[in-house]
């Protein structure tokens, strides 16, 4: 199988001081189901999705527990490579290459507005397993930070992104797009953001209904965000799960309004 074209999107995970609390949340609201954990990884659990490979939960090792987050990995033939240009674009290494047994290569990194994330060189590992429609699957990401102007330069010199930016008066986003097609939002934030708030990407998982995704979400303590609302991409809402982690669901099969306007910026 031919790998994913560097800089997609291909991997998730989150930290959780409750794991078993995580799975719980997820499973009821996304339909996850979980396997073993892996021990030898720090018991890294694997999330599945109508039996395909989806995101992963891991508890927090020891000195790094704090606020839950999810980090989203991009795809890169060479991780140490990809460091190497992290660090010429002013972005910080916060784990250096490193191998993961069999299944491939990671670091993680933050750009130089703080935007954790992650960089994955696949082995036998090859990251998402379920087509973004499937529900429970991930679905789309986006860069949250209040400096656009440094993440839009960083990402776009680090990976071969191009770049769109949406003609609207009223927000200032941004696509990064492979010769594919879109792959990653930037969204800058307003004020409506508490200053408390760090940057950072919010990963969006594919739902049937998005009303009783939502729903089924604050039932189970989580605090709704945003929406639900609708979109020419689809009906979404922002969710912080019970222990503080940020994401979003969507159903994209609902879409109201047309796309808006695009114009090319690199």
Known sequence: MAGKPEGTPIWADAMFGDIEGAKTFYGDVLGWTFGEATSEYGDYTQAYA??????AVVPPMPGQEGQPQW?????SPDAAATADRIRAHGGRLLAEPMQVGDFGSMCLA???????????????HEGFEAPMDQPGAYCWAEVFTREPEKSDTFFCAVFPYT???MEDDGVDF??????????????KMTD????????????????????????????LGGVLRFG????PFGRFAAISDPQGANFSVI???????????LSDVS
């Open 192 to 219: 409506e953001f508490p200053p408390d708030v760090p940057h950072y990407i919010n990963v969006y998982f594919t739902v049937a209904d998005c009303d009783a995704a939502a729903a089924r979400a604050t039932e």
């Open 174 to 187: 941004r696509i990064y797009n492979l010769e594919a097609g879109p792959v990653l939002g930037r969204m």
């Open 50 to 55: 109508g039996g395909r490979a989806v995101a």
């Open 110 to 124: 933050s750009d130089p507005s703080g935007v954790v994330f992650g960089v994955w060189q696949p082995g036998t």
């Open 71 to 75: 980090c989203l990995y991009l795809a």
């Open 228 to 231: 639900p609302m609708d979109s």
């Open 163 to 165: 770049a769109q930016q």
């Open 251 to 261: 159903d994209t099969t609902t879409t109201v309004g047309e796309m808006p306007g």
